[in-house]
């Protein structure tokens, strides 16, 4: 009998199965990026005179930079919540 070399699967011996992750819902994507969104409001809210007398000395990029940071903290609080979220479902380390 001859065994071919390479990647033809044997009929007797089993094959693996494929997991495929799982999909994720646009609600999750949403409700985080709200979660980001309400964490902005909260500093800006709480910071904002802290925010202005810091971006002060840079005059004319002072409001540059007050939303380059408040958009930075954004993201890092969005991406923040989805991996919560993920790890929290199971989904971070199949």
Do not use: K
Request: hydrophobic residues 50%.
């Amino acid at each position: 009998m001859y065994n071919q070399h390479g990647g033809v699967p044997d009929d007797d011996q089993p094959t693996q199965q494929v997991v495929q992750p799982a999909q994720i819902d646009a609600t999750e994507r949403y409700v985080c990026s709200l979660i980001g969104l309400g964490a902005v409001a909260a500093v800006l809210f709480l910071f904002y005179p802290l925010l202005l007398a810091v971006t002060r000395p840079l005059h004319l990029l002072s409001i540059t930079a007050l939303v380059f940071v408040l958009a930075t903290v954004w993201l890092v609080v969005w991406l923040g919540s989805e991996l919560v979220w993920e790890w929290q479902t199971g989904r971070l380390f199949p």
